[in-house]
């Protein structure tokens, strides 16, 4: 682990600080897992999700096929 310090919105950081709490959730870890999904973008982790999706939509029937 590695200890950072970020300059953030006041306001922003008391809500999502008492969205964590009431959630009983790490907001390090939160903040941790956004930062993951976003260097999975950044490697080409969108176009494995646009993949997903578009074989998701070839699978569904719609409704104009009939």
Known sequence: MVLKTFN??????????????????????RIENFIRQEVEK?????????????KIREEVEHSFKK
Do not use: T
């Open 8 to 29: 953030l919105d006041e306001k922003l950081y008391k809500e999502f600080s008492v969205y964590c709490k009431k959630q009983g959730i790490s907001m390090s870890k």
């Open 42 to 54: 950044i490697k080409g982790g969108v176009k494995r999700v646009e993949v997903k999706v578009k």
